[in-house]
């Protein structure tokens, strides 16, 4: 089998063979013409690169410092020459790097480029100056076809101006971002508390097209004219780095923030060490216990049937009793004859653990909980040695039992429990004696 260019080779005659090894002498000379010149510009990167570096820079000073007699350099042009080592060996020594193998320092140009933050009391902000006017051009230009003419525009981003009024500006609080207030929509003019934080934006962001395109003037000019669009300033107004603070305490909503909170950085912007929330759990030797805090009420439990009914029989977990208990069947159920109620009516006096064992094997207990070692919970012998000081500890214990909970012995739940009253009581004061066998 032959590729196209070999049956080409073959099949097309004698002028067809020569027009082939034309070609193919042709394409040879450009593969060549083609590596020279890729070498070429990779010799001229290391040399430009040689060029520029101290190394270079140095026995250039050397060279020039011994030139008035080759020779023979002079004492002078010897003290100059190390006069000129010394000074460029700081340079000659790379920079030290505070982590070892990850990266290199940045150098000041490469800070300076990202170093363009605006602070809340405008340091970092450039010198420069822009006039309303001035911003509507460039509005029109660059900005107009996301935000509208007039910033009113929702089609894209929500609107920049509107729903502030004159007396915002003299308040520092707008009244259409009140509960109360009638501002179908919140447009920036009205959340905005920082001039800084309008400016910077702007300087670091947009046009959304080309980011950071704009000169400082530019920018200036641009929040000159969205500020007079909010009935901030004037139409003939002029934005500049030196009345900017003044500027800024026109704002329709400066007043409408708050700095106590330690998320506000630096003190000297009004901000707090402390956080404005705080904790109130316990974390270390805590001693209260966890509570629950919400529940299904009673005439909503059944609501979708017997959970008891709907789970799965695998394991020692089941559902809870949801189903409505008739008050008349309730009340009959003690009459009953079984085992579990004779160990309830067993006394106040010592409860033996052969007196428990039907309640804790009917509803499964014993598949969670052994006598004195921890299965999926505790040993009922821990639950005593924990909760059998407390003063109301056959209280507390009759509660756990019937309504279940979490966090005291670990994360693992223990669900609600079906048992009656009775028998959580019997299981808690049993508990209480110390688990006698």
Not at 56 to 74: D, V
Not at 116 to 129: A, E, M, N, S, Y
Not at 285 to 308: K, M, Q
Request: a positive charge; proline letters at 6%; glycine letters at 8%.
């Amino acid at each position: 089998m032959f590729n196209s260019l070999e049956y080409q080779y073959r099949t097309s005659g004698r002028e067809g063979r020569e027009g082939f090894a034309k070609n193919a002498k042709e394409d040879r000379k450009n593969t060549q013409l083609e590596f020279n010149k890729n070498n070429v510009t990779r010799w001229v990167s290391k040399l430009r690169v040689f060029f520029q570096s101290s190394f270079f820079k140095f026995f250039g000073i050397f060279f020039l410092a011994s030139f008035a007699n080759p020779s023979r350099p002079s004492r002078p042009a010897v003290r100059y020459s190390a006069l000129a080592l010394l000074l460029t060996l700081p340079t000659l020594a790379p920079a030290q790097n505070k982590f070892d193998g990850i990266g290199k320092p940045a150098t000041a140009n490469e800070i300076k480029a990202w170093d363009i933050d605006v602070r809340p009391d405008f340091k970092g902000l450039p010198k420069g100056q822009g006039s309303v006017v001035q911003g509507e051009k460039i509005w029109e230009a660059q900005c107009a076809s996301c935000h509208g003419s007039f910033g009113e525009s929702n089609e894209v981003f929500t609107p920049l101006a509107g729903y502030t009024t004159a007396k915002d500006v003299d308040k520092g609080k707008v009244a259409s971002l009140q509960l109360d207030g009638a501002a179908p929509t919140r447009t920036t003019m009205m959340k905005l508390s920082q001039l800084s934080t309008l400016w910077d934006y702007i300087n670091r962001a947009m046009p959304w097209t080309a980011p950071k395109s704009l000169t400082a003037d530019e920018v200036y000019a641009v929040t000159a004219y969205l500020l007079s669009l909010g009935n901030v300033v004037p139409a003939d107004f002029t934005l500049s780095d030196k009345n900017m603070a003044q500027t800024q305490s026109r704002l329709p909503n400066r007043l409408g923030k708050t700095t106590a909170h330690a998320l506000w950085p630096g003190k000297e912007l009004g901000g707090v060490a402390k956080p404005d929330v705080q904790g109130s759990s316990c974390l270390t030797n805590c001693t209260t216990e966890p509570a629950v805090a919400s529940f299904i009420p009673d005439y909503a439990r059944d609501a979708h049937g017997n959970l008891a009914d709907q789970s799965r029989r695998i394991g020692g977990l089941r559902g809870a009793q949801t189903q409505r208990v008739n008050v008349s069947t309730e009340k009959a159920a003690p009459a009953q004859s079984n085992v579990a109620g004779a160990a309830i009516k067993s006394g106040a006096g010592e409860i033996k653990t052969a007196e428990v064992m039907p309640v804790l094997q009917k509803y499964a207990c014993v598949a969670c909980h052994a006598m004195d070692s921890k299965l999926v919970g505790p040993s009922f012998k821990e639950i005593t040695a924990k909760q059998g000081a407390r003063p109301d500890a056959q209280a507390y214990l009759a509660g756990k039992i019937k309504a279940g909970g979490q966090g005291v012995y670990g994360q693992i739940p223990m669900p609600a429990q079906s048992l009656s009253a009775d028998e959580a009581q019997q299981l808690a004061r049993w508990l209480v004696q110390g688990v006698k066998p």
